[in-house]
């Protein structure tokens, strides 16, 4: 992924293969197991040195700023993926 943020906070974790992670002046190659973190706004480049396979979870979503002026947040919207019911409650 070339350079970019988000409005979430960011935790990756690589599963397999091995990455170059950039942020904050720092850079690090990862295997797998390794976690890293990134606040919101925190600019970041993930680049695949072999075949890989990361998780990246985004947390709250959708985070403050997240949608522009004019743009819908109502997570009745959102894609089922993106927006689920805490366990134990009921859906409106």
Do not use: N, Y
């Amino acid at each position: 992924m070339r350079e970019h943020q988000v409005h979430e906070h960011a935790v990756l974790e690589v599963l397999s293969g091995r990455v170059a992670l950039a942020a904050g002046g720092h850079d690090a190659e990862c295997g797998p197991g390794t976690l890293a973190s990134f606040d919101p706004g925190e600019r970041r480049t993930v680049l695949a040195l072999e075949p890989s396979r990361i998780l990246l979870l985004l947390a709250p979503w959708p985070g403050d700023g997240h949608f522009g002026a004019g743009e819908d947040a109502d997570p009745k919207r959102m894609p089922a993926q993106g927006s689920v019911q805490p366990l134990g409650s009921s859906p409106d």
